[in-house]
């Protein structure tokens, strides 16, 4: 398989990297570009210049090196050739492929979940923040002590040392790591119970939460509708910490929280120990789903919200589709003679309109945050259905909205 593309980075003083993924037998070859330019965002994220591309089909990535052994010798020579820092792997790697592979690159190996959590290590700006990413980030790490450090394989001597003399330093650190994982879960106990207070104060307002894929412009939208100042910017994870705001629509008082985003192959350890920060999802009354129609995967982005939403056991709430950047929403018209079915690439927008508002059981809108485009109509939904949520749990309250 040829590899597709290269950046000119010359003039360029960030990390130099290449990307790395194999095509598997049923994939479409498109699909796994598509999965690059995500993972080509996500190493700008983390401030890394992608130099170039590397992609092979097989059946299933090698359970040793995850691309073949000719792959790994050009993937080697290109890197020394030209002075290539880090190459990053679009899957997870075992600890026995990442040995492996290092073995074989004059560079350093990283993989998409190792990337990903330096990505929120570099964006926790809070406490909690910062001790949920430390635990993912241990929890990562201790399969892969013995790959980390050459100095782990020593032996060390002498006496008061647990398990006696000649106990390797790793195993040492093993006890290390595993000491700190109990230690950062009885802080996420204790902050949690603190968290869980600070909602029950709340009372019994309505509770509406943004949820969707990271980058889909959540952000922009909590601040336009809450008319607040969250962060966000066009980078990926933007926000990590759950931000609460309390919005009014015609006296109608509700809240609204703005959560991390989702990703595909969110690495497990980030999804365990930020269950905490979801509880704001699921102990909300209804959630805003936000898509952006503009992604030309946006299906599958919305599979993968869906997916990471029964995984924290938040399948069963009310859901409104938010489809955003309506703005930015490109197509390529068919011609007149063109029998072939319709697809995404040639769709109009309200040819689009249609399809999902047909085939979905799920309120929908079609905005653009950025622009304000439908905002009006957006409000007034969403006043209909935190309404009608209140009129249920206060019916003798009903007059006043």
């Not at 040392?161 to 996420?188: F, M, N, P, S, Y």
Request: proline fraction near 3%.
């Amino acid at each position: 398989m040829a590899d597709n593309k290269q950046t000119d980075t010359a003039t360029d003083t960030r990390q130099r990297a290449i990307l790395v993924a194999v095509i598997k037998d049923n994939q479409d070859p498109r699909q796994t570009e598509e999965y690059l330019d995500e993972l080509e965002f996500l190493a700008e994220t983390a401030d890394i210049a992608t130099v170039r591309r590397f992609t092979q089909r097989l059946p299933q990535p090698s359970s040793r090196i995850y691309v073949g052994p000719g792959k790994l010798e050009e993937i080697a020579r290109y890197c020394e050739e030209n002075e290539i820092d880090v190459a990053v792997f679009d899957d997870e790697l075992s600890p026995s492929q990442t040995r492996n592979i290092e073995k074989g690159l004059p560079c350093r190996v990283i993989d998409r979940t190792r990337l990903i959590l330096d990505i929120f290590m570099s964006r926790a700006q809070t406490a909690y923040a910062k001790t949920q990413v430390q635990l993912a980030q241990y929890e990562y790490m201790l399969p892969r002590l013995a790959g980390m450090w050459t100095h782990l394989e020593r032996q060390r001597g002498g006496t008061g040392t647990r398990g006696g003399a000649g106990e390797r330093e790793i195993e040492t650190d093993r006890r290390i790591v595993r000491d700190r994982i109990a230690r950062l879960k009885e802080e996420l106990k204790k902050i949690d119970r603190q968290m869980s207070v600070q909602r029950s104060n709340r009372g019994s307002l309505v509770r509406v939460a943004l949820v969707g894929y990271t980058n889909v412009g959540k952000s922009t939208l909590m601040n336009l509708i809450s008319k607040s100042e969250v962060f966000a910017e066009n980078k990926l994870f933007a926000t990590l910490d759950t931000t609460v705001r309390k919005v009014v629509f015609d006296n109608l008082p509700f809240l609204m929280s703005d959560t991390v985003g989702f990703i595909r192959k969110l690495p497990t350890q980030l999804i365990e120990s930020f269950k905490s920060t979801l509880d704001e999802v699921r102990e909300a009354d209804l959630l805003l789903h936000v898509v952006d129609i503009s992604h030309p995967q946006f299906e599958e982005q919305i599979a993968v919200v869906r997916q990471t939403l029964r995984e924290i056991g938040a399948a069963d709430k009310p859901v409104f589709l938010v489809f955003n950047k309506i703005d930015a929403y490109t197509y390529i018209k068919k011609e007149e003679d063109d029998l072939t079915p319709a697809t995404r690439e040639n769709m109009s927008l309200e040819e689009l309109k249609s399809s999902w508002i047909a085939k979905e059981n799920t309120p929908c809108i079609f905005i653009s945050a950025v622009e304000r485009l439908n905002i009006d109509k957006l409000r007034n939904d969403l006043y209909g259905m935190v309404r009608e949520i209140h009129s249920g749990r206060y019916p003798f309250n009903n007059f006043l909205y």
